[in-house]
């Protein structure tokens, strides 16, 4: 079973500030199964990213995704108010099929 | 565009049956989608339970496998979830997602109900 490890556990910036974010798994994965999510309190999570790199629909370019391997990055350029949750990254196995969620990274006004 | 939405008892007895339908507005349920369960304990993560297509081909998360089933209606247009023998670790926020799955090119949830809270308590 591959597990995904965030971190950091939580992230202290300013609005305006570059919020990086770090998703590492235990074993190598594909990157067209990796995907980012936001989630805000109360409500259901958001797709941000999938195929490791490439932004859903109507997501704003401030939010990019990178990686490869055992080692993927959402970096969100500069912070908006909106902007502060908590971040999941999910990575889909096709053999056997299983999906795997990180920890979540939450993002919190510093 | 697709909305989805979950119902369902919001509590349920330990050692009972967990028993939840989404429905799905504005598009077929027999589209080239997977139609998938998450779930989210009070303040942790997310958890996958399962996956169908509609024509019946599911997926379920090892840990879960032995107590869940996923079926799907193509008739009322909604899928649902069984979760038996049920305790109180099992009370979270049950969500239901349309699940893009092409492979080896991409994998994602695009879609998501709001979300229903079922609680395992006596």
């Known amino acids: 079973e591959i597990v995904l490890t965030q971190s950091p556990g939580t992230l202290s910036l300013s609005p305006g500030e570059r919020a990086t974010l770090s998703c590492r798994a235990s074993q190598s994965v594909s990157s067209s199964y990796l995907a980012w999510y936001q989630q805000k309190p109360g409500q259901a999570p958001r797709l941000l990213i999938y195929?490791?790199?490439s932004r859903a629909t109507g997501i704003p370019d401030r939010f990019s995704g990178s990686g490869s391997g055992t080692d993927f990055t959402l970096t969100i350029s500069r912070l908006e108010p909106e902007d502060f949750a908590v971040y999941y990254c999910q990575q889909y196995g096709s053999s056997p099929p299983a999906l795997t969620f990180g920890g979540g990274t939450k993002v919190e006004i510093k | 565009q697709v909305q989805l939405q979950e119902s369902g008892p919001g509590l349920v007895k330990p050692s009972g049956t967990l028993s939840l339908t989404c429905a799905v507005s504005?598009?077929?349920?027999?589209?080239?989608?997977?139609w998938s369960w998450v779930r989210q304990p009070p303040g942790k993560g997310l958890e996958w339970i399962g996956e169908?297509?509609?024509?019946?081909?599911?997926n379920y998360n090892p840990s879960l496998k032995s107590r869940v089933t996923i079926s799907v209606d193509k008739s009322k247009n909604q899928f649902s979830l069984k979760l038996s023998s049920v305790t109180a670790a099992d009370t979270a926020v049950y969500y239901c997602a349309r699940t893009q799955l092409v492979l080896g090119y991409y994998y994602y949830m695009d879609v998501w109900g709001k979300g229903t809270t079922v609680t395992v308590s006596s």
């Open positions: 504005g598009g077929s349920i027999s589209s080239s989608n997977w």
């Open positions: 169908i297509y509609h024509s019946g081909s599911t």
């Open positions: 195929g490791a790199s």
